[in-house]
């Protein structure tokens, strides 16, 4: 890649200006951690970027102010809400008037041991984890296929590779998107629609934060490169797979994990 399209974002990573030109994107839960950073270097890399938030509407609100008007969109959608879905796609069909690529980023934890768990808290995290990001793929489907072009980029986990105990709703909801992207993977390869998993490790963000010290330092122990990953290591990879340079790869599930599932 030429040094001359390479640009530097906040995190230090090359970003490539222009691989994304001409695109236009939505991101699930785009307002904070993971989501954001994704937002913001797809939007580095030229793409047109519409975000969802669910609660954090001023953050929502200030991004949309930092990236312009003509680059980012922010919508209040519940990605377990198929209204919502619907009424997000049209959104921005109606302002951009396509939809090339879709990342299912948005997720929550609910988690204790499951003869802890309710019903209630295992429905809630596979229903924003794993239909959510069912919902968003059907609502975009006819429109990628109408670009005979598409990218559809799920965030699981490495737990849901390995498991861990105390998430099982959690875990559940990761391997299930896995098997999930498999699946679509398959369904709509012959039009040029791919679509593949990021399983992140442990990576700094609200979600993380909620862990205790000893949590922390246990899954510090477990990771080869001895730190906790950044929002923009897996922007770099999510940035990669949306982009031309990825047109060979679909139904793939990658790590970026500093090395903690290696086998
Ligand atoms: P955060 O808790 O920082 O952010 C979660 C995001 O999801 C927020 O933008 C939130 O929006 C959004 N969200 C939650 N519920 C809904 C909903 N019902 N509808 C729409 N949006 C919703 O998490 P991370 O950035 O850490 O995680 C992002 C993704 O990465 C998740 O899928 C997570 O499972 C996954 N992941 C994270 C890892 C980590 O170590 N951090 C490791 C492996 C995977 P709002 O604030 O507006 O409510």
């Known amino acids: 890649m030429s040094t001359e399209t390479a640009e530097t974002v906040e995190s230090g990573a090359p970003a490539h200006r222009g691989r994304l030109a001409g695109r236009v994107a939505i991101v699930t839960g785009g307002s904070r ?140 909801s990761k391997a299930g998107l896995i098997g999930m992207t498999k699946s679509i993977a398959h369904e709509v390869a012959s039009r040029n629609i791919l679509v593949n998993c990021i399983a992140p490790g442990f990576i700094q963000s609200d979600m993380t934060a909620k862990l205790n010290e000893a949590q922390q330092t246990g899954l510090l122990g477990m990771i080869p490169l001895k730190r906790q990953g950044q929002g923009a290591d897996v922007a770099a990879l999510a940035a990669f797979l949306a982009s031309d340079d990825a047109s060979y790869i679909t139904g793939q599930v990658i790590a970026v994990d500093g090395g903690m599932t290696m086998v």
């Open 33 to 172: 951690g993971i989501g954001r950073a994704i937002v913001e270097r797809f939007a580095a890399e030229g793409a047109r970027v519409a975000f969802t938030y669910n609660s954090s509407a001023d953050a929502a609100t200030a991004m949309v102010r930092e990236l312009g008007e003509e680059n980012a969109m922010a919508v209040k959608c519940d990605v377990s809400s198929a209204e919502e879905i619907a009424s997000l796609v049209e959104k921005v069909l109606t302002a951009w008037g396509k939809i090339h690529i879709l990342v299912n980023n948005a997720g929550i934890t609910k988690d204790t041991l499951v003869m802890r768990m309710s019903q209630q808290d295992f429905e809630d995290v596979l229903r924003t984890n794993l239909t959510g990001a069912f919902l968003a793929t059907k609502a975009v489907m006819r429109p990628m296929m109408g670009e005979r072009w598409g990218r559809i980029i799920n965030i699981a986990s490495v737990v849901g590779l390995i498991g861990n105990p105390g998430q099982a709703n959690y875990v559940a």
